[in-house]
């Protein structure tokens, strides 16, 4: 395959990018949609454990769920998108996840669907599949997408990876073309297997790329959660803001294994799980009123408080007191996955951490998943219509991809028809550098810049420490500018200059902002 046009460019294979591709694919437009992994299933949306919020058709908890953002938040978020989320998003779960996708939600002897309750909510609002919702939703997407009898026009690109947008004013052949509006025509798009970079010329293009947790050492994300999305809407000119708010998820199963670290979801404190010390003390009382239930910015402090009394490298999550039968039922994968760790949930507590989990941040777009830039669009973790503010929910982050992905395609359908095809050869073609790759030096590099953001823009900062950062984010930033020009592409090497260059974006927006707020706390002000 070639370079090519296609109606709609999707980069990005979770919740996000599937609802979009979903509604727009059902009015028979051409979709490519591009995934630097093998498999399209490996995203942020697999990994989610807990559940999504699905309020159908009750005005009472429409109007507290936005109450419930709110107060999450710090009272940071937007309410207009708060709103849009409670009144928008059971209609769209209903049809595009269990009347299409059926999603296999679990559900009581007589079929009606089950609800639980997860930290800052204030009832039982979310549906859910075991500990691993994301899973289930992810795979009932994408089987309803590759359904090539009903989408003959969706195409899956695997083992490709986006390397940058392309804009007349950036890539134009032609001097003139520079005086052409700014706009967004496509992507440059790496394939791992053979090579070759290949244009990708678009009617409308959307970024549904995820989060950033994965440039952090401890994080609970897919290892592509590394920034590309955010790193090229802004080389294109695209607005990013709320870069500072990375939430971290209190509690991650500690052991030294790797950098992505095991999610153990927070519906175990909804389910009545306690966090002790490692003297068997339970502390969050001593830090937040609703103690387990608190905002998860305030738990993730806590736990990081206590392991430094206490000299510890972690704190531990009890919900020993609830039978074998129902932990195994109610969270198969996190029991499994602690007996293969060596740790019996129904007998002992969980040895926790915290971890880089959400960005709250990103791409800023209005309400329908518009940017500053004609033409792009981003949806979901990577997108910010500041519906989180500070610091999000539990489960409102499946909702807002799967919410803002549907709302985006709405939106582009109003007008993609008259949009005409940008021909091919008035883009440059990509031009590759001849010097071999180095992986050994990108992988030191990568840790290098996991570790700086661990350590100095973490859960906790200060002057001191973002300032030690921005000498080491310089440094390593020249290195890997004078690699990148002179080394052939891989996948790796576009991950770390993208990583670098949003590293810069949290740090400079944390430097930017004095007040400690929602999950961005400033010590030592």
Known sequence: MKDFNTEVLIIGTGIAGLSTAIKLAETKKKVTIV??????????????????????????????????????????????????????????????????????????????????????????????????????????????????EIFPNVTFLTSHTAIDLITPNH??????????????????????????????????????????????????????????????????????????????????????SSHRRFLVSEAVRGEGGRLINSKGEAFMKKYHEDAELA????????????????????????????????????????????????VDMAVEPIPVVPAAHYTCGGVKTDLKGRTNLKRLYAVGEVACTGLHGANRLASTSLLEGLTWGYIAAEDILTYV????????EKIKDWTQATEEVDLALIAQDQL?????????????????????????????????????????????????RNGVEVAFMVLNASLRNKQSVGCFYLKNK
Request: aromatic share 8%; net charge negative; charged share 25%.
């Open 295 to 342: 905002p998860r910015d305030v738990v993730a402090r806590a736990i990081l408080e206590e392991m430094i009394a206490e000299k510890e490298d972690c704190v531990y999550l009890d919900i020993s007191h609830k039978d074998e039968s129902y932990l195994r039922n109610r969270f198969p994968t996190i029991n499994s996955y602690c007996l293969e760790n060596k």
């Open 35 to 148: 995934t630097r992994e093998k498999r399209p299933e490996i995203t942020n949306t697999f990994w989610a454990q807990g559940g999504i919020i699905y309020s159908p058709k009750d005005l009472n908890d429409q109007e507290d769920l936005v109450k419930d953002i709110m107060k999450a938040s710090a009272f940071t978020s937007n309410i207009e998108a708060a709103k849009i989320l409670a009144t928008r998003s059971a209609e769209i779960i209903d049809e595009v996840l269990i009347h299409k996708s059926n999603t296999d939600f679990a559900k009581d002897a007589e079929g009606e669907l089950l609800f639980t309750k997860e930290a800052a909510h204030s009832r039982d609002r979310i549906i859910y599949k075991g500990d691993m919702t994301g899973k289930a939703i992810q795979i009932a997407l994408l089987n309803y997408l590759s359904n090539v």
């Open 171 to 256: 890539h134009g052949v032609d001097i003139t073309q520079r005086y052409e509006e700014n706009q967004v025509l496509g992507a440059y798009v790496l394939d791992q297997k053979s090579k070759d970079v290949r244009k990708i010329l678009a009617k409308v293009t959307i970024l549904a790329t995820g989060g950033i947790g994965a440039l952090y050492l401890h994080h609970s994300n897919a290892e592509g959660a590394r920034g590309d999305g955010h790193a090229m809407a802004h080389r294109a000119g695209a607005y990013v803001t709320n870069m500072e708010f990375i939430q971290f998820h209190p509690t991650t199963f500690y052991n030294r």
């Open 448 to 496: 290098t810049l996991k570790q700086t953001m661990w350590n100095y823009v973490g859960l906790s900062r200060s002057q001191n420490r973002l300032n030690r950062a921005r000498a080491m984010f310089i440094e390593l930033q020249d290195e890997i500018s004078k690699f990148y020009k002179n080394a052939q592409l891989h996948d790796e090497l576009i991950g770390l």
């Open 417 to 424: 028809d008259d949009v005409n095809d940008y021909k091919l």
